[in-house]
């Protein structure tokens, strides 16, 4: 009877969560020449480069979308605040490009530039790329 009792509770707590991760995924618009890759860490632990979980799912190619789900957040960052380091390579080498501050629940809150070359923009659960020199017929063409 406790065995049936912990399970329904750990049930009736999982669906909701996974109901409002669903919801809650990171959708990233790469509008440049370079791939990107990325490190989360807390002030307790950090994770490996995105780039382990492959190149669907953690490298963003040149001129495409890619959408990150919640669960990756959850599951190295908890509810802790945490932040993600950005870098324009496929392993996560060279200098970061920018560091995005976010927190569970309401996605993205912060956004320091870290290389000149990239315009980063968003919040919540969108962030876009955009090449710094991007001028303002190509930025207006982007948005239609």
């Known amino acids: 009877m406790l065995i049936r009792k912990l399970i329904f509770n750990i049930v009736c707590i999982s669906i909701p969560t996974f109901s409002f991760a669903m919801h809650s995924d990171l959708h990233i618009q790469n509008n440049t020449g370079s791939y990107g890759t990325a ?63 976010i927190q569970n629940g309401w996605g993205i809150t912060g956004i320091q530039s870290q290389d000149s070359r990239y315009k980063f923009s968003g919040s919540g659960n969108n962030l876009t790329v955009d090449p710094a020199s991007l001028n303002l017929f190509q930025r207006l063409m982007n948005i239609g």
Do not use: N, R, W
């Open 39 to 101: 490190t989360l860490s807390t002030m307790l632990s950090s994770s490996p480069c995105s780039s382990h979980a492959g190149s669907e799912m953690g490298i963003i190619k040149p001129h495409e979308p890619l959408t990150i789900p919640q669960i990756a957040f959850d599951i190295f960052c908890g509810l802790l605040p945490c932040q993600a380091h950005v870098y324009a390579t496929t392993d996560c080498s060279g200098p970061e490009v920018a560091v995005l501050s």
